[in-house]
Every structure is written in C-alpha cells, then in structure tokens.
C-alpha cells in the first residue's frame, strides 16, 4: 500500500465526467468497473494516478478515469509509461493496453519494459483480434480463425502473453477474465501491491468482431471444466461434476481425475514464487486440452529500474554536484556553422 493511505474514496470517485462509448455488451465496461472499485481501495490521491493507454478499444480508459491520463499513439504505451515512472516515481502507473497495440507494433517497447522491471502495472486486454479497426486477426489470434484479413484462416501461430512476459523476466504475471469483476478486482490490488512490472492479462470478449472468443472459460456450463483458479498454498484443482487435478509427470504437467487412484493430496500445489514452476504453467496456455489458468501465476522480487536510477542519479551529485545545462552543451568539442 502506498503512504498516502488518508484518502477514503468510494468508485464514485473515479468516475469521470465523460460518457462511456465501447459497443454494447463489451467487456471493456466490467473491467472499467472493477478497475474503478479497486483504485478506491489502493490508498493513493487520485492525482498520484497516471493512466497512459495508446491506440485501440480499451485505450480508450483514461478519458473514463478521474485521476490524470495520457492517450498515447499506436504501440508506444509501455515506452511512455516508462519515462513518466521514471521522471515521478512516487507516481502510481498503469498502462492499459490491447493484444494488437502492446503485442505487435509495440511488442519491443513491452518487452523491454518487462525487462528492466519499471514500478508499473501493465494491463493487457486479449480479445484475439483488432476491434477498433473492425476485426483484422491480431497476434494471439488462434490458427485457423477466418478474419476479415484471413479470409482463409490465420497461418500465424499466436503469441500467449503470459509467455511472453515470463521470457522477457516479468516480476509479476497474472491473468483474469471480463466476467469476474471480483477477481478484476483482486488481481489489480495484487498488481498495484507489487513493485516492479506487474503484468496482467484480461482475457476479454469483443461482442462485434470475436463474439465467444473466450466462451469455454466463461460460460457458465463450461467454465468449471476448461479452468483452473490458482490460489497460492493450494492444490490445482478444477472441474464440475468430474474433479480433475494437475500433477507433474516426468517434467510435463498431466491432468488426472481424482478418486481412486489420485486425490487432491497428489495435485500439485501452487506457489507463484516457483520458478521451475511458473515455466510449465506458462508453457500450457496455447494447449487446448489443458485448462486456461487464472489468478496470480509467477510473483518474485528483483531490482527495479526506476528506483535505480534515482539512485544513482543521487550519488552522481552527490560526487560532482548539480549539473549546468549550459555548461554540458558546451564542453567537448564545439563548432561554430558559419
């Protein structure tokens, strides 16, 4: 939690004055919701939150947050989110951004940001697909899915942005879904407790251009059988009328169904600091025949960068005191342009 934890806000208070415009029925409006209620929640002055989106449907997210925001430019999100938290470190960041913006034109601002572990929280949207520019398959689109750019079937094989981030050396990688607002929730007070890069992924329905995209995981007949909630401490358990487990089988994650021969004892047990661990349930997500995970996934502590640089910006003048712009433009070599 923050210092500043004198504030007493209500939801209320992080509405803002401009009119929500997403499609009907879009998930973008739960996750503004539950966003909202969990910023009431984090402690932090409104004018100590920065929003910084860039181009796409959720990107939209700062005009509907009463705290101060940044509509960027296409991909460029992360990059500009990284020099704000630099330069103001005191400042709580988020970045809202979409599969398409974050994980194509601005996948190396993404990555590196990940990477050098800036005290930010990164939110990623994954409606599989460019909704703002009426439904071009995007990089997690699935194989074979017929869009209005793959009229034949998308050849790609898709990113999972969980993976993505564990390879790039996220601190903190988590994943939720539009039709919980309550885990929204949870998993966005989770994000803005760590420090370092916390990267949450929002898997979220686009109703017009990728209807039922995440339907298995959703729909309440399903659900219980194509997910699994990862609580730390507690065996990976899942399943409806069939309770299924997770074990580990000679290096490789096996599902099982517990009765005689397995029980919840022989399940693995989730603990999120686990490196080994965090590897293999990452490396399930493109599996269909496994179930999608939920919760938090990998949290570790590492150096972070921006404090870093305080840092050493501090010893710097403390050994050759503060610097004089004009004196540094005109030291080295000069010339003069007749």
Known sequence: MSENNNVDYTKKDFVSDQEVKWCPGCGDYAILSAIQTALSKIGRKRE???????IGCSSRFPYYLNTYGYHTIHGRATAIASGVKTANPDLSVWVITGDGDSLSIGGNHLIHAIRRNIDMNIILFNNETYGLTKGQYSPTTKQGKVTKSTPYGSLDRPFSPAKLAFGASATFIARTLDTDPKHIEKIMLAAEEHRGTSFVEVLQNCVIFNDGCHADYTD??????YSLRLVDGKAMTFGNEVKKGLI??????????LGEKYTEADCLVHDKTNEILASLLVSIDMNPEMP?????????????????????????KAKKGEGDFNTLLHSGDTWEVQ
């Open 248 to 257: 580990l089988d000679t290096l490789t994650l096996k599902i099982v169904e």
């Open 48 to 54: 100590d939150i920065v929003f910084v989106s860039g």
């Open 220 to 225: 309440k007949k399903t659900r219980d059988d």
């Open 292 to 316: 999608k995970l939920y919760g938090v996934i990998y949290e570790v502590k590492d150096v972070i960068y921006n404090r870093q640089v305080t840092d050493q910006i501090t010893e710097v």
